[in-house]
């Protein structure tokens, strides 16, 4: 089976720098997403690391580590709308459940002024 | 360029009553998803798709069925509503196994009284 672990809840204040971690088990891994939501509306596409290492889009950057089943998601210069819940998530490409796409249970930023 | 839409937005029903929900996408893409979020508990996975004609079990299956008979289209059904389906529920698409970047339509509120 797949497990992601996140923390519920994470807060810092505006302009800051916040890390969010994931640790994953899955039998078959094909790659960590993130995703952000904000209240009321949809899941939306972050970032994806296939391989060990830092992806860098902007303000975000998302980092993975195989061997330690362990990713995290780094926000910078933190802003209001930053706001909302960030979601990890891994496909699973191994025997019957080839193809699926599993997410943790999120975490919710709280960015203040 | 509609993506993923997702229809109705909001139902009600009552106890024992069976409804279809409807994801249409227009990306052409293979895999697509349905998922139930409930406070607290994150997106979990009901049933997938790799492709046209096939369906696969998530998470949790239990009380719902699928069907996939055009590639664009994925059907979640309810045979016989109960309270413990009242949840938001989100269909998502994503191009295929090489690529984790799912996008998701708007939601589907349901309320089962």
């Known amino acids: 089976g797949q497990s992601l672990e996140q923390p519920s809840e994470v807060t810092a204040v505006e302009g800051a720098i916040v890390q969010i971690n994931c640790t994953y088990q899955t039998s078959g891994f094909y790659g960590l997403s993130w995703y952000q939501q904000h209240d009321g509306g949809a899941p939306t596409f972050l970032s994806y690391?296939?391989?060990?290492g830092l992806e860098e889009t902007g303000r975000f950057s998302s980092f993975l580590s195989r061997s330690d089943s362990y990713g995290y998601l780094l926000l910078q210069e933190l802003q209001m709308k930053d706001s909302a819940s960030y979601f990890c998530?891994?496909?699973?490409?191994?025997?019957?459940?080839?193809?699926?796409?599993?997410f943790g249970k999120g975490t919710k930023l709280s960015v203040k002024p | 360029n509609a993506g993923v839409t997702q229809t109705p937005k909001f139902r009600v029903l009552k106890t024992g009553q069976s409804m279809t929900l409807l994801c249409a996408q227009d990306m052409n893409h293979e895999y697509m998803y349905w998922y139930r979020q409930d406070p607290g508990m994150g997106l979990r996975l009901i049933h997938y798709s790799v492709g046209e004609g096939t369906t696969a079990k998530g998470e949790v299956p239990d009380g719902y069925n699928v069907s996939r008979l055009k590639k664009q289209n994925f059907l979640l059904g309810l045979e016989s509503a109960a309270p413990s389906q009242t949840s938001v529920y989100f269909c998502?698409?994503?191009?295929?196994?090489?690529?984790?970047?799912?996008?998701f339509g708007q939601g589907t509120r349901l309320t089962v009284v």
């Open positions: 998502a698409s994503s191009p295929h196994r090489m690529n984790t970047e799912a996008f």
């Open positions: 690391n296939a391989l060990d």
């Open positions: 998530a891994v496909r699973d490409d191994y025997g019957g459940s080839q193809g699926n796409l599993i």
